[in-house]
């Protein structure tokens, strides 16, 4: 493969080609990385308004094993920080948890009192926040801080889920990625898997806007806004925007449906009463 020939695609499969090998290595040291420690089933939050619930997270469910690497992905909006706080019952008013199970290494983190949870952050579940003056200690040196996160946690092979917008930054930390649409987790796959062949149209846009060394100046854009959650159109919400829509589209919403092993996405093109 030459320069001349990278896609954004290709770039940012190849540079997630190494660190996701890395990763697997890591896992298989630690001796259990098919243990699931953390499973999130049918989770559901949403915001009470005038005009009735806004869905901000609608029914998602992923599982992560001992030292897997998960990202979510998507455009603002979708979701991402809202299903992050939930893990974490950090869900403020007048946004609620609807429905669902958040399983750590088997209990519900949904079900626990106040006193319980309290006890369960940070010593077993953690959250480090976006903002620099909100996630490090003024107080000592950013270097020992990170490598006291590295010696806590590279060690007993804790999961962990990164929520954001950089795709060179995802492809080069995640084993897996989750690509978030309107509330709903529309793709689920290997990083190395996701980047060289994406199922979900979606998914396709978000790779393909990915600014390349090859095409300076130019940038593909996702055509259209994302839709208002307290309006979604019928059927699948990313369907006004797809280059791929076809009838079913426009009046049956899509389950994720699983594709090979290790994938799954949520689109008619892969659904076979859809096909007929």
């Known amino acids: 493969m030459t320069t001349a020939e990278t896609t954004p695609a290709e770039e940012a499969a190849a540079s997630a080609a190494a660190p996701a090998q890395e990763t697997q290595n890591d896992g298989a040291e630690t001796g259990g990385s098919d243990e699931v420690v953390l499973s999130v089933e049918d989770l559901r939050v949403y915001y009470d ?56 290494e088997g209990r519900d983190l949904l079900s626990l009192s106040a006193d319980e949870i309290r006890k369960v952050r940070l010593s077993e579940i953690a959250l480090v926040p976006q903002g620099a003056m909100n996630s490090l200690n003024p107080v000592m040196r950013v270097e020992d801080q990170i490598i006291d996160g590295i010696i ?8 962990t889920v990164l929520v954001g917008h950089d795709m060179g930054l995802v492809a080069q930390f995640a084993d897996t990625i989750g690509v978030m649409y ?22 396709r846009l978000l790779i393909n806007s990915l600014p390349s060394l090859t095409t300076k100046g130019s940038f593909v854009a996702i055509p ?53």
Not at 152 to 159: K, R, T
Not at 195 to 203: E, G, V
Not at 262 to 271: G, K, Q, T, V, W
């Open 182 to 203: 309107a509330g709903r987790l529309v793709e689920l796959a290997p990083v190395r898997q996701i980047f060289q062949d994406p199922l979900h149209p979606y998914t």
């Open 49 to 104: 308004t005038p005009r009735g619930p806004l869905k901000a997270v609608d029914g998602v469910s992923f599982k992560l094993t001992r030292g897997e690497r998960l990202a979510i992905v998507g455009e603002s909006g979708s979701g991402k920080s809202t299903l992050a706080t939930a893990l974490m019952r950090l869900t403020r008013e007048p946004g609620r948890v609807a429905g669902g199970k958040v399983l750590l």
């Open 152 to 159: 806590d946690h590279s060690e007993n092979g804790s999961p």
């Open 224 to 276: 259209g806004l994302p839709p208002t959650l307290l309006n979604l159109p019928a059927g699948c919400s990313f369907n006004p925007r797809c280059p791929d829509v076809f009838e079913i589209c426009r009046s049956v919403t899509p389950g994720m449906l699983p594709h090979g092993k290790e994938r799954s996405a949520a689109c008619h093109l892969y659904d076979k009463e859809a096909d007929g």
